[in-house]
């Protein structure tokens, strides 16, 4: 007797199985499909009948042209590193009808939610206070509030408005901020519909008090933010970088910061890990996080969810939902570096 | 020619006019109204014609029952200490209509959005994460998650819902918190409203991932937080104290950071300063503010912004509005100390 | 063996006890409480230890200096009829610090609904084209929308902002109206926390698409919108009346509808019933409800929820909190003629 | 000299240009792109060079394969009539990345208004007591309140979450209703995010007390809503059919109002315009609109705005937004007829 399930080929490094799915939904994917478990190096040697069967991909692995015209029923390639990457004939998939999805969004409301904390503790010096608490020099009542500042109400900028962005606001909204939003690839009927203020990028700095930078690295904006941009933000402004640290001159942001006029949080570095006797370990006015914002156990959890509830759309002869389509117009401009570690 | 405009005693100490006042309103009132200015211990001797005429006091000076009674004009007592003190006699103020009415709502805002960087510093580590990276033993990415957690669809507790409780639970809107709120002085059908669950204490404290206690101190409810309390919050749990020290049993509340089962964040203190050796400066799992949660400049102003609001709306034959009135039935039991510093 | 319960006094007319309590809060209310009932002309012919041992009266009954002074237990009277009549001496029951409450916020939530309902009706005229369908005479897609208009960001007055206003703004939240708000007894700071406009009158009518009026009658504003109020309306304005009709010159409104100037909804009448042959009767433009805005059974057992909730908190030396209390300042300047029909 | 503009080739019966560009818009279309304004039936016999160079057409005419491959430099199709035929070979479109995209999602604003219009009608026989109060027959007070319910905190359901589903859900929100929603093409999470509950068929009929039906008509879903269905609904319950007539069997749904056990409203019908003589026009429990609750001017010149936006995004290498994508999956299950009027 034959065994009907859907074959599915995982691939998934470097997430693993068990860190995305639960056991209970792990033991639901093995059960409704064939799992043939691999990496990326052999996918390509794995018997043609194999290739040929598989319905889905989880993983994001080289494919050749060959390789991927061998796979005929293929339809959703789920990339859970999420990064897109020049690594796979995308139009000949799409030119087939295969998805190619990735699971970027479950990092969503983690960012957003340290995003906000970076913002509050800039803004009342929360972890400063700590530390000079700590150390015996805190100062008491109105003595300690001299630069602080409230958000409800603030003037707020956000710099490109996909999963993250939109995180963001849901987050923020109960501070009412008059919020600016920057994001060339959307019309401005859609920041419009987010209760938003659509501004080209010079307003989104100009005008901001804070400033979160959401924005996915793309061949058109590495380093789009630099030591003009900076001189354009609001003496004190508090500047927010949640996405990748290639968006920035990372040098022109820690001199803003060392110059005073800005304080910044950041979750992302030109080097990671960064050098032990880097300048910005001891800037004061910088917030520094160890691109720990995403990686939080139930954010790879969702993961799985989306992608056993994507295939079950598929499976029913409905497009994905959940995940997010690899686009044919913007794939080949993606740039973000994969991560090497969860 | 005689002066018609209404007469106001001021007498705001610890305030100042110039704290609570912009420029502009301060130019207002005295533009509006004539102005004595004297300190609480020289009211009772100012001329009894100066008495008589005096409409509104800004302050909460001692008044005893022949000085209120020699106020025969009297319509209101701005309190803008903003805490009740047993120092008048209130229900002689309340039977000839003379409202007393406080400011202290001006601190909800401040002091909700910093309780909420509390939260979001303890469920992610904020703070510690800062101080790791400045002293080079950062853990990067999953590594530094062991203990993150999300707020978004966390179980939420506030016990005490007045302006502070109703501040936090819109600043935590946009997480979409599973809130209960414990409060004996309100009916449950307010909380209701308030799309929250009305709970008794051992619930708000049992089913908590985070407890913000907000619960102003009366002769109730003194150190109603104590060892039995903590042992039953879940491990983990994250207690923030942001009214006054007297609720909880201080010591008590260290033990139980101490131990691990639970991490806290607290602005107030059962010694203001702290001194130097005290064991709660070096205690891991504690997030320590020096009473700055509520002193900001805006907050402050917003005082005067009601005082002149109210005062308009007393001078046109209304009740105050914005302020917030010293009921007969609970003046009596309030026991916060009044601040000294501003 | 004495029966310790406190004693409540009960003459509820035009409601009843079995309107306002469910069989199941009746049944607490008996409990909990010794229950005399009588009507407005005998309670003060009621023995004199009744009187004085009453700590609550459900009802709005005449009282005199005397009865009033021989009811030395006395707390709180429960106005269930919810209109403020001058048929006791306020001043001297506030003096003694007993609370006389109303329960007519219970009519917010049906009132605002309907009026609602009212206002999407003009504007789409779902009235009209039901009326023209039934006669056969439809007009059949875009031709039966000549002057059909979207709520959905529509320019929109709300004239006094009590519980009703406020019940109105929370049901067009979804509309994400331009809200425009006058109320002269509040601050404009209370009407900018709803996220609103705080606007004078001519601004209030002159800019809206849409108007809802729901300020009480009061000694001051009979009649204060009158045909020059009516002039100044956009063209095409829907006008939307919810309080009373004292507040409105109802010829003028009858006027401007007949003129196809504005169109108009209403709840309430200068006579109630209407006369058979009156002109408002056949007038187009104007949607007709006969006064049953509020009166809905869910609405009248809220009111008996409402007090007892509130004599739970006086029984407990707190004061009343769901009901809504009279004011020194304004009992004496309301105007709403109570209702003899439920 | 060449004109380099991109060329639009527009045939976009039923809709007219004019009804959906305004005048201004009309013109931005004319200054950037070169316009070929045909007919369906002649875009055949456009000249090659015409068909090669078109980037764009408005409208949805038939195409036949070979005309499809004589244009080359096709992008994107704008469906404005908005309803997806099979009229095209979709497949083929889609394998060489042209997008075909829809407008519909315009209605959605206008038609959730009116149902939430209809639902307020319906819940509190606003139509029928303007009818009684005209022919002066109306009753005062409670007595016309009968059979009176509020929308805030009802139990709602939603059968069909696309657009329309969402603005309902909009405009619903401040009536805080118990949401559930069907929609068997989406995951559940989906609909959680929406903070509704997701559940099938028979608990979304059975438990609501208002059900809105959005749901488009596809091969699979036709007449699904039919006696067993009705039957299965709360006695009283409000029926408000919003998309189309085939998705319910439109007798079994008049014999459920006839027989008083639900009320219903509906914009649809099996016939349009329906016979003088139908039975439904004369059924109390029903109310009735003519087609007419999207068909707003308001709403076709979003159409102009959406259309102009994406052509901008696609222009500058990016993929449409605003517009609704046909998809691979789904297009060949639409079965909603196209509309001759608009």
């Known amino acids: ?27 639901g994917l093995r059960a409704r499909y064939r799992l043939v478990e691999t990496v990326d190096e052999e996918l390509a040697a794995l ?40 690594n796979m004939p995308y139009d000949a998939a799409f030119a087939r009808g295969i998805h190619v999805v990735t699971t970027g ?10 995003g906000l904390g970076f913002a509050l503790s800039l803004l009342r010096n929360i972890h400063g206070a700590e530390a000079d608490f700590r150390a015996g020099r805190e100062l008491w009542g109105g003595d300690g509030n001299a630069q602080a500042r409230l958000l409800t109400g603030a003037e707020v900028s956000i710099i490109g408005f996909g999963d993250l962005g939109r995180a ?20 401005e009927a859609r920041i419009r519909e987010a209760r938003a203020r659509p501004v080209d990028l010079p307003t ?75 300048r910005a370990r001891a800037l004061p006015g910088l917030l520094k996080s160890a691109h720990r914002a995403g990686a939080l156990d139930v954010a790879f959890q969702r993961m799985g969810e989306m992608v056993l509830a994507d295939m079950d759309l598929i499976d029913r002869g ?20 994969p991560v090497s570690r969860n």
Chains 1, 2, 3, 4 share one sequence.
């Open 1 to 27: 007797m034959t065994d009907s399930r859907p074959l599915v080929i995982s691939c998934p490094l470097p997430r693993t199985l068990d860190l995305i799915f639960t056991p209970q939904r792990l033991a």
């Open 47 to 86: 018997p043609p009948e194999v290739l040929a069967e598989a319905r889905y991909i989880i993983g994001q692995p080289p494919l050749s042209e060959a390789t991927l015209a061998a796979m005929t029923g293929l339809r959703c390639i789920f990339n859970v590193e999420s990064n897109l990457l020049p």
């Open 105 to 114: 969004a479950v990092f969503a409301e983690p960012v957003a939610e340290i």
């Open 168 to 187: 963001l606001a849901r987050v923020l909204a109960g501070f009412r901020p008059r919020l600016s939003i920057h994001d060339p690839w959307l019309p």
């Open 204 to 278: 989104a700095l100009r005008e901001a008090e804070v400033v979160f930078v959401t924005a996915a690295v793309t061949s058109e904006n590495r380093g789009f933010l630099g030591a003009e941009a900076f001189a354009t933000l609001r003496p004190g402004a508090a500047f927010i970088l949640l996405s990748r640290a290639d968006v920035v001159d990372f040098d022109a942001l820690l001199e803003a910061v060392a110059s005073g006029r800005i304080v910044a949080a950041t979750d992302v570095w030109p080097e990671e890990p960064l050098p032990r006797d880097h």
């Open 318 to 337: 409905l497009p994905p939902n959940l995940c997010k389509r690899a686009e044919r117009e913007t794939v080949a401009r993606m740039r973000s570096r």
